[in-house]
């Protein structure tokens, strides 16, 4: 049949060497009879030609043609390639970056059911991307992706229920929506969930192990503040056995990842020699990244959360710099309006004034603005 130039019989051969169903994977073979059936003006095979052509499947990858395939395709009705148009105007793929062109795209392929396209398209409401914002549209768009099991869709609706005003804030809706999210993987749903069981509340009862196998989910889907979390659960014995080093480990991972608070403890855990060896090399490396990520974030560092044993520490610190030869400028360079925001700011808690002292030393040794 597909010999003979039938476009359905051309499309079936084509997606079974591309997949590998009943035959052997052959992605060359897949794009010469998608090639066929397109020519035939059959939309699937258009979708599927394109997708060969973006992403180097049996032919050299071809930005632009893969677009001109899946406009072919998207006129012709198929959400799929409807929702691929909407991302190529969404990111500028090869094309001028056009939000209401995304829009147009997103919504059509939404109204044929993509759930991609609906929580998209809720997200264009949401935001005010290519359309008036519409907070009210935003939930029925992502109310229609989440019930299509779309996992960012349903952590979408969750937060809708626990913070947004246009609807009834309900907290155990939320929970529910986070759970069916955080169970179809999605990372931020499992944070949050483990965040519900660490704290309990209105009609969740507190559960610390179940916290932690939520956080420990998301953390091993490289979301850094549940990567933290995990490291503060094994350094306190919370839902699990005390571990010093899988406490460090967790903590590394979230400062490899850019997360500020674990780098802080990081510096902590190489000064003590906490579930790894000493290491005072370490921790100034891991305090410079810190403050680095303090100067360009501007967070208020009254906010961090220490482990303990801070105040010999720091003097440890400063013995090191000064054995290293470092020298410091004089205190006549920095303003009295940084000395005192620097005094001030730390609210009389001696934690928070010793991880300044810290960052002031910092300040000192590199020259940087407080």
């Known amino acids: ?17 591309l997949n590998g169903q009943g035959i ?42 893969a677009f001109n395939l899946y406009e072919k395709s998207a006129e012709q009705g198929k959400s799929d390639a409807q929702y691929k148009l909407g991302d190529y105007y969404y990111y500028g793929k090869n094309i001028k970056k056009d939000l209401e062109k995304a ?18 398209l809720g997200h264009f409401y949401e935001k005010g991307i290519g359309i008036e914002k519409n ?32 609807i009834e804030i309900d907290i155990i809706k939320a929970f529910e929506w986070y759970k069916k999210s955080a169970e179809n993987g999605n990372e ?27 956080y420990q989910k ?3 889907n490289e979301n850094r503040a549940a990567q933290y979390k995990l490291g503060c659960f094994y350094n306190n014995g919370i839902g699990i056995k005390k571990d010093s080093k899988k406490s460090f480990y967790w903590h590394q991972k979230a400062a490899e990842n850019g997360y500020e608070v674990a780098m802080d403890n990081l510096v902590i855990f190489y000064e003590n020699g906490e579930g790894t060896e000493k290491n005072l090399e370490k921790a100034f490396h891991w305090y410079q990244k810190s403050a680095e990520n303090n100067d360009k974030s501007g967070r208020d560092i009254g906010k961090y959360e220490a482990i303990d044993n801070q105040s010999s520490n720091t003097i440890e610190f400063i013995n090191k710099a000064l054995k290293d030869n470092v020298k410091f400028i004089s205190f006549n360079e920095f303003t009295s309006e940084q000395i005192i925001r620097f005094l001030g700011i730390s609210q009389g808690n001696l934690m928070n004034w010793i991880i300044l002292l810290k960052k002031f030393i910092y300040c000192l040794i590199f020259k940087k603005n407080f």
């Open 1 to 17: 049949m597909a010999e003979k130039g039938d476009s359905d019989a051309q499309y079936n051969l084509g997606f079974c060497y």
């Open 24 to 65: 052997e994977k052959d992605e060359v073979k897949a794009f010469e009879w998608y090639h066929k059936a397109a020519k035939n003006n059959h939309s699937d095979a258009q979708y599927y030609l394109g997708f060969c052509y973006e992403y180097g499947k049996g032919v050299e990858k071809d930005e632009v043609k």
């Open 218 to 220: 998301s953390a091993e």
């Open 135 to 166: 907070l009210e549209k935003a939930f029925e768009w992502y109310e229609k992706s989440a019930k299509n099991k779309n996992k960012i869709a349903q952590c979408n609706l969750a937060n809708c229920y626990r913070y947004r005003r246009e």
């Open 188 to 214: 931020f749903a499992q944070y949050n969930l483990g965040s519900f069981y660490e704290k309990g509340g209105i009609g969740i009862e507190k559960d610390l192990e179940k916290a932690f196998y939520w």
């Open 103 to 120: 829009f147009k795209w997103y919504k059509k392929s939404a109204k044929q059911g993509n759930g991609n396209a609906q929580n998209d």
